[in-house]
């Protein structure tokens, strides 16, 4: 039996997976050396999260949930210090929990890095880290009803009748919005049905990988969400509209030459299909 | 007989109470049963805690003996099995000494598991490109769907494109907003109905799976 031959069309359509690798990787490393650092475009619903960030009055109270740890945390990370940037700058007071044990370390990170002394903010008056609360679902409703009832110490362990924030805050009649970074395709939907479903009133901006988008677009649309931040392209947008851009410009400028070989291969997978549809016709 | 009423009727009917108590509370305003609900939140928590460690000790169980008597098919697991309890007891030894909030915890967290997943996820840019590369053609009606919106999202994010041609934002906004919306919903929607049919099911004890 001889081998039947390969005609061009063939071996386009099936380059070797190591070529690709190794395209991918070298477009990918080219702008990690040599920044290109070209504008962010800001999607609708980044624009809708600035937006409705600016309506925060100062002086009020939010309360973040962070679910980001691992990978996910790369995406969000630049959203995640921004945003409190923001906060912080504009004297609004931030409670951040962890819903996830491993957003403990994340969180401690990201607020190292947006560096609250900065901006004045001291810890336990104008923000507080209550650390991983254990629950995921049944945290996120009990912490709606009384933050006090669910947890008694801070990340630190300081009891919260000791922290001067925490006298004054305690549910969800003390805050002004909520602010999430959820996890998975699926993580947004208890802070809909525990805040959103019993208290239509108070805003939720989110960010998240942008894997998740798809889910989360449906939610923006039915105003569920006020606005999202989705991936480092989103969270770039919000770097952005602070005027530091960081950390999510580098990973969306890496975005730009990496996402290059997809499109030609796209392209070139489709050209070598439809070439040997019409050869074989022809033949 | 004893033992299934115990391992699967009792679950149930404590399933059933608790799932229609909780259920009812949605719809009545009536002190008690908020009451009840926020018991039940605690037991919740407490049952998810004790749910975490269980699990960290099925999973040590579970290395120890890999370790002890490795598969026949895969000998090298036995060194896996090793590095994976010398990892666990690293960080419990560093988290119990130093606390989960301090310095080195935070630390070690940030340099050893972040880069390892934050690895992980980067080599998915190099296996979605081999994908997209055979899933993008355009072979029928449900590849030119595919082709179109991927595109949409795809050049969207990009801010190459964007800034060689600027109305790509919105084009992938009207995508998101008008073709992948409308298919997110029926999505959402569907599991949404679906869990009404779970939930439902469960009370009047037809749903098994959660005991059995």
Known sequence: MT????????????????????AAFVFLIIPVLKPLGLPVPVGAPAADYVKWIQEIPPGSNVVFFQEMSGSGWDEIKGGYTSTLKYLWSRKINVVIIATYSDAGPTNIWGINYANPDRFGAKYG????NLGYIPGIEVMVAAVRDSISATVSVDYLGTPLKDIPL???VDSYKDFSAIIVSFSSGTDMDKYVRQWYATHPEIPQLWMTASGNEMSAVSYWVG????????????CAAMEGFIGEPGLAAKI?????????????????????????????RES | MANVVIRTHIPMYIISIISLILLAEYFVAFDPLAAFRKEMLT????????????????????????????????????????????????????GWGTG?????????????????TATLWGLNLIFSTMG?????????????????????????????????FPPITGIGDWFLLYIMTPAGRVAVLTAALISIVVCLRTIIQRERTAVV
């Open chain 1, 3 to 22: 081998k039947k031959e390969k005609t061009t069309w063939d071996r386009l359509l099936d380059i070797p997976q190591w070529a690709l690798a190794i």
């Open chain 1, 125 to 128: 008056e104008n923000y507080v």
């Open chain 1, 166 to 168: 925490m006298k004054t």
């Open chain 1, 223 to 234: 105003g569920m969400a006020k606005g999202y931040l989705s991936g480092p392209t989103g």
């Open chain 1, 252 to 280: 969306t400028d890496m975005k730009n030459l990496a996402s290059i070989p997809t499109l030609v291969l796209v392209v070139i997978g489709n050209i070598a299909y439809f070439g040997k549809k019409l050869s074989r």
């Open chain 2, 43 to 94: 037991w919740g928590v407490i049952i998810y805690n004790f749910v975490t460690l269980l699990g960290s000790v099925l999973m040590l169980r579970f290395h120890t003996l890999r370790t002890m008597k490795p598969p026949s098919r895969d000998p090298k697991a036995r060194y896996y099995s090793i590095v994976a309890i010398a990892a666990f007891f690293f960080y419990l030894a560093i």
């Open chain 2, 100 to 116: 989960l909030t301090g310095t080195q915890y935070v630390t070690m967290y940030m340099q050893t598991v972040i880069p390892a």
């Open chain 2, 132 to 164: 997209v590369y055979r899933a993008m053609r355009i072979t029928g009606l449900e590849g030119l769907a595919l082709l179109i919106g991927g595109l949409s999202y795809f050049l969207k994010e990009m801010p190459i494109v964007a800034s060689i």
